[in-house]
């Protein structure tokens, strides 16, 4: 990926020499000078903030880890499994390198460093906005845009840590959210910070998108569905929004979901889609999502069409039917048919094709039909939670005669479960869905499988267990002076 950071940089400015465009993403406070050359032109902070999302299209971020990789393959999405393994519960070995396996001890390992990483950069952005924005920045759109996105980023990525390393079913357990998870760092320099709880982090998220939120403001009237501005693939207004809902929804604040879900649906300009013919990832329905240079070549390792599709992220026919309920081939769903994946009779197995057939080279960070899902799930009454999750569902094809009904919180739960494995399928959702409503027990489409809470909580990686915060080494913590 540093290959691609590079080749767009040079597109974004031209104040970067080739030895330097990529070395910014690794400012800290001891090598802070070619940040003091960076910030001191609007165009320097216009890059640094385009990086950030650059950043995010890596392998161990949104370009594999928490999008189509890792997290769907704990929620046993793909029947391909790794070279060295034939257990697919050993995806849940945490404790231990497996080498030649999934290893997914590491892949937390690198995913944890990684989000940490862009996050410290997104907090050099945001100090050297207070040291030069008000000099560098003279328009005022720009001056706002800078930190209302910055401070978007920040609460974005740290909500996905606490997802994975925070407690399972934050809503439904009171003393689960006194867990102990994850530091929210806001300062950018190498002093250690420590662990907070689960609803302290949940707090801190919600600060920073609620100012995120006012700078952004000048965006209210943003037409999403006008996709010549490009303001889909970067922390617009209404993506605050989403984001607001999706965190509320979250901490079982139901009412606070409810009114920004409904905000989005009804402001922000874009309608679900009832055709996903080339474009299979309903590029249309994106709220906000990252801009991937040469997707396709870059993730052909994981989706390609050919003689190999079996090295691929395949699964099998079989389990293709059951995640979509379908028969063979046939099916009212949009979604499972062969507009959205690739069938091979022989092979017997299936290929998305959200990465293959991508022309928009669109990696989806949040998408229109979560809205639904979300004011159904804050519904006031039944007919009202039914209506949300079935107008996503008539739009995929499916008939009225086989509406869902929401009667009870059981019933919705179960839709909506059928729903986000549907819907966000290769997208890294449903293993979040699942561990946030606190669902165990065996998976429907991988019936050899039985989730376990343990599944759901990532264990600290052995370096922040050693080097991380301590009460004996808070004090011995030095902030490195720019």
């Known amino acids: 990926m540093k290959k691609i950071i590079y080749i767009l940089l040079i597109g974004i400015t031209s104040i970067f020499s080739f030895a330097s465009c990529t070395e910014w993403l690794d400012v800290t406070p001891n090598t802070?000078?070619?940040?003091?050359?960076?910030?001191?032109?609007?165009?320097?902070?216009?890059?640094?903030?385009?990086g950030l999302y650059i950043t995010m299209t890596e392998e161990n971020s949104y370009g594999k880890n928490l999008s189509f990789g890792l997290m769907e393959q704990l929620a046993q999405m793909y029947d391909k499994l790794p070279d060295g393994t034939s257990d697919r519960r050993s995806v849940y070995i945490y404790d231990r390198e497996t080498s030649g396996a999934y290893n997914t001890k590491g892949v937390l390992a690198n995913t944890w460093q990684a989000q940490y990483h862009i996050i410290a950069n997104v907090n050099n952005l945001l100090k050297w906005w207070e040291l030069n924005g008000e000099v560098v920045l003279v328009d005022s759109t720009t001056h706002s845009m800078i930190r209302g996105e910055a401070l978007a980023l920040r609460a974005f990525l740290h909500f996905d840590l606490l997802r994975g390393w925070g407690p399972m079913d934050y809503a439904g357990n009171e003393t689960n959210r006194e867990m102990k998870c994850i530091p929210y760092r806001t300062v950018a320099d190498h002093s250690k910070q420590p662990l907070l709880p689960a609803r302290e982090v949940v707090a801190n998220i919600i600060k920073d998108l609620k100012e995120a939120r006012e700078y952004m403001s000048y965006e209210k009237n943003?037409?999403?569905g006008d996709r010549t501005n490009k303001r889909h693939l970067r922390f617009n207004y209404h993506a605050i929004n989403a984001m607001l809902a999706r965190v509320y929804n979250y901490a079982g604040e139901k009412d606070s979901a409810a009114i920004y879900a409904k905000m989005v649906i009804e402001e922000c300009g874009i309608v679900l889609e009832s055709d996903n013919n080339n474009d299979p990832i309903l590029s249309?329905?994106?709220?906000?999502?990252?801009?991937?240079?040469?997707?396709?070549?870059?993730?052909?390792?994981?989706?390609?069409?050919?003689?190999?599709?079996?090295t691929k992220y395949y699964l099998n026919i079989s389990t293709l039917n059951s995640i979509f309920e379908s028969?063979?081939?046939?099916?009212?769903?949009?979604?499972?048919?062969?507009?959205?994946?690739?069938?091979?009779?022989?092979?017997?197995?299936?290929?998305?094709?959200k990465y293959i057939e991508n022309d928009n080279e669109i990696i989806p960070l949040i998408r229109l039909p979560e809205m639904y899902y979300i004011a159904c799930e804050?519904?006031?009454?039944?007919?009202e939670a039914a209506a949300y999750v079935n107008a996503v569902r008539n739009k995929r094809g499916i008939s009225k005669a086989k509406d869902v009904v929401c009667d009870t919180e059981e019933l919705c739960?179960?839709?909506?479960?059928?729903?986000?494995?549907?819907?966000?399928?290769?997208?890294?959702?449903?293993?979040?869905?699942?561990?946030?409503?606190?669902?165990?027990?065996?998976?429907?489409?991988?019936?050899?499988?039985?989730?376990?809470e343990e599944n759901f909580i990532f264990p600290l990686p052995d370096a922040e267990v050693e080097y991380g915060w301590t009460e004996e080494n808070a004090s011995d913590d030095e902030t490195v002076e720019d």
């Open 222 to 224: 943003l037409d999403l």
């Open 413 to 452: 739960l179960a839709a909506l479960n059928k729903e986000y494995r549907k819907e966000f399928y290769g997208e890294g959702q449903y293993f979040w869905f699942l561990k946030t409503h606190g669902v165990v027990g065996v998976l429907t489409h991988s019936p050899e499988v039985t989730l376990v």
């Open 378 to 383: 804050s519904a006031a009454d039944a007919d």
């Open 284 to 310: 249309k329905e994106v709220i906000c999502g990252l801009n991937m240079y040469e997707l396709e070549d870059n993730l052909s390792e994981y989706f390609a069409l050919g003689e190999k599709i079996n």
């Open 327 to 353: 028969v063979g081939s046939e099916s009212e769903d949009m979604r499972a048919k062969g507009t959205a994946f690739h069938r091979s009779t022989e092979l017997q197995n299936a290929i998305s094709l």
């Open 32 to 50: 802070d000078v070619p940040a003091k050359e960076l910030f001191t032109t609007e165009n320097g902070f216009r890059s640094a903030l385009a």
